[in-house]
């Protein structure tokens, strides 16, 4: 993803229709975890998510710890949080 920006463009784009679809308790989940309100969080999530695997910082065992129920969800949130 580091070399190619339409694909990155793809990649937001998609991550911003995924986050937007989802309940709006969730967003406000997101929102209140980002410090944001919840109609800032979809971008400012998808730009942090995708610019860390654009930058390696996201790694798939990362990205599959966050939707395990019993993983350590840490890393992901740091990430996310701009930490």
């Not at 190619?4 to 937007?20: D, F, G, N, T």
């Not at 410090?35 to 599959?64: D, H, Q, W």
């Amino acid at each position: 993803m580091q070399g190619s920006a339409a694909y990155r463009q793809h990649a937001m784009a998609k991550c911003l229709m995924q986050i937007r679809a989802k309940s709006l308790a969730h967003r406000q989940e997101l929102a209140a975890l980002l410090s944001t309100n919840v109609e800032a969080m979809p971008e400012l999530y998808c730009k942090r998510f995708i610019g860390a695997l654009a930058s390696g910082r996201m790694t798939y065992p990362v990205y599959k710890a966050a939707h395990l129920a019993t993983a350590d969800r840490g890393e992901f949130i740091k990430i996310i949080q701009g930490r």
